[in-house]
């Protein structure tokens, strides 16, 4: 991925609306979002609205589909790993065999797989 294009993408993230937006529709897979349901996430006015999607979609982040009178927005998921191997490509000093798996893996990531599941107490209930 060319520096110019890993610039635009982190200009347009670098804005706590749009950051949130993107997430958004991270989360919500391949089928996107409407622009009403994306408004009510963010609750914010139209134009703004607009304005903010515009920006992700001349990132390439984000890509709008047409689909009767709605349009719905999803993620360029192949934007979204270029994005990520551009910014860990060196990476542990370009040897990724030698890194350390923890130093690697997101934060939330790293939480959730070593995290242990709680013990369930199972209480008998007599009749």
Known sequence: METKYVVAALGALAQAT??????????????GLAVGQIAEYVATAPATLSFHLKELVHAGLIEPRQEGRFIYYCANYATMNELLGFLTENCCAGDGGSCARASCTPAMVAKKTTKKKPSVKRRVVRR
Not at 18 to 31: C, D
Request: without cysteine.
């Open 18 to 31: 749009r950051l949130e937006i993107y997430r958004r529709l991270v989360v919500a897979g391949a089928q």
